[in-house]
C-alpha cells in the first residue's frame, strides 16, 4: 500500500522560506512520478511542481523561480523548497504520486494523481 506522509509546513513572514519534504513507502519510489499541489481555503487544489523519474521538473508559473523540486531517492523522499513566500502562498500543501512506472510528473490536473499525502499547512503573513 503506498503511504505518502508530509512535513515541514508552518507559519512563517513574507520572504521567508520553508522546505516541505514528503516520505513515501510501499513500493520502488525512483520508478514513480511526484508532485506537489497546494489548496487555499475555499479554492481548488492546484498543481505547483512535479518531479519525473528522471529528474525533469514542472512548476506553476506562480511559482516558478521561487520554489525547487527535488527528490532523494535513496531515501525516498521528494522535497518542496519554498523560497520568497508570499501571502497567496498560503494553503494546504499535499504530495502526490501518480502509478505509471516512468511516466511523466507533468500532470496538471488533480485527478490524475493517484496516491495522496494527508497535507500539511503552510501559512504566510504579511
Known amino acids: 500500500q503506498v503511504q505518502l506522509v508530509e512535513s515541514g509546513g508552518g507559519l512563517v513572514q513574507a520572504g521567508d522560506s520553508l522546505r516541505l519534504s514528503c516520505a513515501a513507502s510501499g513500493r520502488t519510489f525512483s520508478n514513480y512520478p511526484m508532485g506537489w499541489f497546494r489548496q487555499a481555503r475555499g479554492k481548488d487544489r492546484e498543481f505547483v511542481a512535479g518531479?519525473?523519474?528522471?529528474?525533469?521538473?514542472y512548476y506553476a508559473d506562480s511559482v516558478k523561480g521561487r520554489f525547487t523540486i527535488s527528490r532523494d531517492n535513496a531515501k525516498n523522499t521528494v522535497y518542496l523548497q519554498m523560497n520568497s513566500l508570499k501571502p497567496e502562498d498560503t494553503a494546504v500543501y499535499f504530495c502526490?504520486?501518480?502509478?505509471?512506472?516512468?511516466?511523466?510528473?507533468?500532470?496538471?490536473?488533480?485527478?490524475?494523481?493517484?496516491?495522496w499525502g494527508q497535507g500539511t499547512q503552510v501559512t504566510i503573513s504579511s
Open positions: 502526490a504520486t501518480d502509478d505509471v512506472n516512468y511516466g511523466s510528473a507533468y500532470l496538471p490536473q488533480a485527478t490524475s494523481w493517484d496516491y
Open positions: 518531479i519525473s523519474w528522471n529528474g525533469n521538473q
